[in-house]
């Protein structure tokens, strides 16, 4: 760990990795060639109220197998870091069970407390909820 700072808005960790090498995801060759790196900003659990962002320097890497069709791929860090991702696999894990609570009956005390509406999409780790809402909702299924 780099430096924690308690932000007006919110607690920064800044981190990075310091594994020698990591390995291509394209062929699983090990790698110790560096290629530049750049910072990824990652969305955490809050911490007492406050909401957390993960400052994390990732490096790139060259991949050393001349068969592969990565010729670089980025370090991803187990546990903390995925492919794409702009949140931790903790704090996805909380939006998903939280989606799935606001699946509830709107008469039962969690389904009010949570409406399935006021959630983003990805948050629902069920999808859309009826063959409606995969279609687009009401104004989606006209002349049909």
Known sequence: ?????????????TVGSAIP????PSCGTTSARTHGGYRRRLADLPIS???V???????????????????TFAEQI??????FARRTAGLTDRLAAIGAGAGRPRRSPAGREAG????????????????????????GDRGR
């Open 53 to 71: 962002r993960i400052d994390v320097g990732v490096r790139r890497f060259r991949c050393d197998d001349p068969g592969c069709g990565a010729a």
């Open 21 to 24: 090498a990591a390995t291509c």
């Open 49 to 51: 109220g406050r909401p």
């Open 78 to 83: 187990p546990g903390l870091t995925a492919p």
């Open 116 to 139: 399935h509406a006021s959630l983003p999409r990805h948050a629902d780790p069920t999808g859309p909820r009826t063959a409606q809402a995969a279609r687009g909702g009401i104004d």
């Open 1 to 13: 760990m780099e430096s924690v700072q308690v932000e007006e808005d919110a607690v920064v960790f």
